[in-house]
């Protein structure tokens, strides 16, 4: 499956009708799964409950994936009669109606899987620009969980309160931003967070909610839970959460009226996950700019080349000086002259395969150290991932 080509989404949900046990569980089970694969957190490392296998997916192909995935467990624990896809349409629709500024160009359309793609796209708040997507700190999509808690009201009561959506936003807003608060001292992370939940919110009032007005609009247990996991998140800092921040928590859990023990499993929980990724997050990353291009542009480079193993392997084949080339690359240096020959080469046959486009743009010749470092990776596979055979 390609999260990136079209089809991905009728695919998707082919590959979830195979392997469906995640759709049986208790929802805390399934959001403690999203939390587990950084879809809570915004920074997705995984497909949740292993849904599909995640061979290379980006983290903007993961959020797509998982919150696709997120809204068809809340459709089938809703046991609602409209079709999954025409049922997230709608509701989408009903935010676009609600004038909020999602969709306007794409509503008029037919309501089919095609459709959906084009919505969640637009959902997923990743600059579609290469060299902006490489450097802006504020790419997380740290808010997504809402759209499946607003879906979630939206099936329960076949509408949607505009209050409802700006409520909780707000609400997550203000607990968030206390949490920070409680803080001794900021760093820059915590100067990033503040900008990430500004930025993220789709409402904002011009007066804050009060916190206890915010704890008022925690409900659900779900949402209670939700809320509590960023706070922790807004908390957590280098290795750990002070105890001060720590005190702030156990205090909002007891406003949540949620058992101390989840707090603390909340606590160890996001401390685990970041520990375990903060090189690879770019809120917590502080690699220098060309480090961060250099590592983005890695990501980018394998991934093309691996979606189009099978053309770039044949062409490969078909030149084999280039192949010899390369070959002896893996063993010595190669000299100026046969360099330049592999670049000419190489360029020539990205030439005749469009998505590696990239190369032939100004610059584009850099990347191709890169190519030569994966090109041992490759192997013969399907061209269209998101084929479905009849």
Known sequence: MNPSGNGWIKKLLKEAAKNNSFLNVESETFYNALRDCGFIYGSNFDVVCHVVLNKDFTDEELSK?????????????????????ESVINFYTEINELKTSFFNDLLGEKKSSEQLEKIIQKRIQI????????????????????????YQEYLKNET??????????????TIALSALHAKTSKNQYDESLIKLFESSLRYRNSK?????????????QLEKYYVLDLACMASWTDKTIEKK?????????????????????SIKTVNRFYMLHK???????????????????????KKLIVRNSKRLYQELKDSKELMVLLTQSTKRDLTPKEQKKVQEQL???????????????????????????????????AFDDNRIED
């Not at 696709?68 to 089938?76: K, W």
């Not at 700190?137 to 740290?142: D, E, R, S, T």
């Not at 804050?208 to 659900?220: E, G, L, V």
Request: net charge negative.
């Open 347 to 381: 360029l020539d046959i990205f030439k005749s395969i469009p998505s590696l486009a990239i190369f032939l743009l100004p610059g584009g010749a850099l990347l191709l150290p890169l190519v030569v470092k994966f090109i041992p990776k490759l192997l013969p596979s």
């Open 279 to 301: 090189d690879e997050i770019a809120l917590l990353n502080t690699n220098n700019l060309a480090k961060s291009f250099y590592n983005n542009s890695s990501k980018m480079v």
């Open 65 to 85: 994936t998982n919150l696709c995935l997120a809204l068809l467990y809340t459709h089938a624990n809703a046991h609602t009669e409209k079709p999954f896809i």
């Open 208 to 220: 804050p909610m009060a916190y206890t007005d915010a704890i008022k609009n925690m409900k659900t």
């Open 245 to 265: 921040e720590e005190l702030f928590l156990i205090d909002l859990s007891t406003d949540l009226q949620i058992d101390t023990i989840y707090i603390k499993q």
């Open 160 to 173: 949607l309160s505009i209050e409802y959506i700006k409520n909780l936003e707000a609400a997550i807003e």
């Open 127 to 150: 600059d579609d620009n290469f060299i902006t997507k490489n450097f802006n700190y504020f790419l997380i999509n740290v808010l997504l969980y809402v759209d499946v808690l607003a």
